[in-house]
């Protein structure tokens, strides 16, 4: 009889799933439950989609073996120029996003050209962008805050999808986001599904079906949990449908396109991949050129969740972005990671921020918490990594 080929399911990859869920409860217990309200969960969304847009790019370059110390001044200056335009240059709010994004894409562009053409080390490159990006929104905005931003700007980081509320309990609930929930659920049981069957008929090993079972299980119940909680309030807001749309695109060009795998090959081993024939300059510049991209949404995202453009937006942004694709389980070194795990990553630096803030815990001890989780996430890296060998 033939044996059965099968294989685990990779620990690391899904136990940030598993540290995320342990850290909500800590905080579940720790704050009599207050960071499972519908309101609160609502915010996490909203107060962290620049982080998850933001490490969505950053996991391009962490893949690389580099990262980008400018975003969170490419942020500051794209949120200016957006709410500079359309406030006190009554220009459309189409416009204002359109100048804004390219501005975040020079920027890309300019560390693109650096990095990649004139073999300026990217720390380098992005610290001198972080210091002049910072600058020009100081010189831009004349160290004032410009606001509020009109309805429109406002509407893409606080405003919510089309909603139909019916009576449910002791109050309402929203149909749309139940039945986005119920499409997500069919869309994600069909793609495993498939998957199995696919490794199936060419042979490799599966995971036996009680673990495969034990993760759509955990998944589901994540989604579902999500999904009633914002259904309980407004339904899906305006930055998680932006969320969704922007790492669902970086998800499939790193999983399933040549330009994805030419990324993990130069983070592997950059002399290979030009043996190989990627021209690995170009993989670098538009690696860096896209990171300033969605900076510029980043920003537009964050000036309209704030209503208001100030000098000192973004203020340490590159480091919650760094710090989400590392938890997430990107390699210090380049190569490894992915984008579901960078978003992973977000989340649980979205959670320990709201639930230490809950707890009333200093801005201080934040700091020295965050610095801690990852610091440990990299360590739990690179001892894998060291046992492997």
Known sequence: MEKKKTVNLNLK????????????????????????????????????????????????????????????SYVALTGAVAAKLICENNLPIAVGFIVALAVGLAFGIFNGIFIAYLDVPPFVSTLASMLIGRGLTYVFLAAKTIGPVPDGFKFFGAGFFISKKVPFGDGTIELVTIIVAA?????????????????????????????????????????????????????????????????????????????????????????????????????????????????????????????????????GFELDAIASCYIGGAAAAGGVGTIIGAVVGAFVMGILNNGMILCGLSTDWQKVVKGLVLLGAVTFDILSNKKKK
């Open 13 to 72: 990859q899904y136990g940030m799933i598993f540290a995320l869920l342990a850290i909500y409860i800590i905080f579940y217990v720790l704050t009599g439950g207050s960071n499972a309200t519908p309101m609160n969960m609502n915010n996490l969304i909203m107060q962290n989609g620049y982080v998850v847009i933001l490490a969505t790019g950053m996991l391009l370059c962490v893949l690389t073996g580099n990262v980008d110390l400018g975003v969170g």
């Open 183 to 315: 499409i997500a659920t069919a869309l994600i049981i069909v793609s495993e599904m498939k998957s199995l069957a696919s490794k199936k008929k060419y042979g490799f090993a599966v995971p036996p079906m009680w673990q495969t079972v034990a993760k759509l299980v955990v998944i589901l119940g994540i989604i579902w949990f999500y999904a009633y909680k914002l259904s309980r309030y407004n339904g899906i807001p305006i930055v998680l449908v932006i969320m969704g749309v922007i790492v669902g695109i970086y998800h499939f060009i790193t999983s399933k396109t040549v330009a994805g795998r030419q990324i993990y090959a130069l983070g592997g081993n950059a002399k290979a991949a030009r043996l190989s024939g990627i021209n690995t300059k170009k993989v670098f510049f538009w690696v860096y050129a896209n990171m300033g991209l969605l900076a510029g949404v980043a920003g537009i995202v964050l000036a309209a969740r704030a209503g208001s453009a100030t000098p000192k937006a973004g203020d």
